[in-house]
């Protein structure tokens, strides 16, 4: 009986499958594990990669100095924009810069056409993740806490 594979079409065989294995070895790149910061950064504005470059935060409740806040008709459909680049608006016609700097603090400039001034607010980041950002205001005497849920 004679074999379907000769001892040559064997080698050739082996041959193809050791280049194919190296050229997924080669070919294969290695992912960078991204920081605390910049995870937490793409949480709440993207990772700036296609159709992921800015995220929308709609204001869920609030609450102020620890107490439950009923919102209006017009807070209820308040919404922050912030943009992977570090731009964001707001659904008030607010505009500006934002960051993270250091680990569950962000900050925010406003720059835009409404404000005459720049205002800087710092905010602790009490917990973000893809469906919820939730900040405490830090440069007030009174106790502002935001609850946001994504809306994208």
Same mark, same amino acid.
């Given at each position: 009986m004679k074999s379907i594979f000769s001892l040559n079409s064997f080698s050739t065989l082996k041959f193809a499958v050791c280049i194919l294995l190296?050229?997924?070895?080669?070919s294969c790149? !290695?992912?960078?594990?991204?920081s605390d910061i910049?995870?937490?950064?793409h949480l709440v504005g993207g990772t700036g990669s296609f159709q992921n470059t800015f995220k929308i935060w709609k204001l869920d409740s609030m609450a102020v100095d620890g107490k439950a806040y009923t919102l209006t008709t017009n807070q209820k459909k308040y919404t922050k !924009?912030?943009?992977?680049?570090g731009a964001y608006i707001d659904s008030d016609g607010f505009a500006g810069t934002w960051e993270i700097s250091e680990l569950n603090a962000l900050s925010h400039i406003t720059t835009g056409a409404l404000a005459t001034t720049k205002l800087t607010s710092k905010y602790e980041i009490v917990?973000?993740?893809s469906a919820q950002l939730i900040l405490k205001l830090l440069n007030s005497t009174t106790k502002y806490e935001y609850f946001f849920i994504i809306s994208n």
């Open positions: 190296l050229s997924t070895l080669i790149t !290695k992912e960078e594990v991204a910049d995870f937490q950064r !924009k912030f943009y992977h680049s917990e973000v993740n």
